[in-house]
């Protein structure tokens, strides 16, 4: 990097998550020892990181994730309620208060897939959620449901597909039904 040369967001996220190698972390150190615009853009990542993290402590946040993002979470002792549903299978599930999240791990395909979108159907509302998170390494798709909606719902059946998108062509990997049992509080 030359000195004058300010650093781009992505690269301060990936500096603030720990993603860079040790030569380009020490010269973002360097950067930001004398640059106060990056350093400035660097206090605003980290409140976005807190401000994500809080999301997520409340439960107010469904996501799809990755398998690390999730052994982060277990390396730090988050209560947690995990969840593996085998292609075209289904699952009894709950939520207990002491859970901080829920984790669903949907089995699928992936080796050569590029691209998954997830549909998901609650009693005939649908959403498709587009490009979703996957390492094709783990053969599965996970999700992060928001467990303060969890716990306010009464028992009841969702399904989701999980569809491979690649140019105008779709190819279903698999359909996964969660049987929500509304733990009484």
Not at 162 to 185: D, Q
Request: charged letters at 30%; a negative charge.
């Amino acid at each position: 990097m030359k000195e004058r040369e300010h650093v781009d967001f992505e690269t301060l996220v990936a500096y603030w998550l720990g993603e860079l190698d040790g030569e380009a972390e020490a010269g973002i150190d360097k950067h930001l020892l004398g640059c106060d615009r990056c350093g400035a853009r660097l206090d605003e990542v980290v409140a976005l990181a807190g401000g994500i993290g809080e999301a997520f402590a409340r439960g107010a946040v469904q996501a799809f994730a990755s398998e690390d993002f999730v052994r982060q979470l277990d390396a730090q002792g988050v209560p947690m309620r995990e969840y593996r549903v085998p292609r075209n299978g289904a699952v009894n599930c709950t939520i207990l208060p002491e859970d901080r999240f829920v984790v669903a791990r949907m089995e699928a395909p992936l080796e050569g897939v590029t691209r998954v979108d997830a549909i998901y159907d609650l009693e005939g509302q649908s959403r498709t959620f587009h490009d979703v998170p996957f390492d094709p390494a783990d053969n599965s798709v996970v999700l992060l449901p928001r467990p303060a909606t969890l716990r306010q719902m009464p028992s009841h059946r969702a399904r989701i597909r999980l569809v491979s998108v690649e140019g105008t062509v779709e190819r279903e990997l698999g359909t996964y039904t969660f049987n929500h049992t509304r733990h009484p509080a």
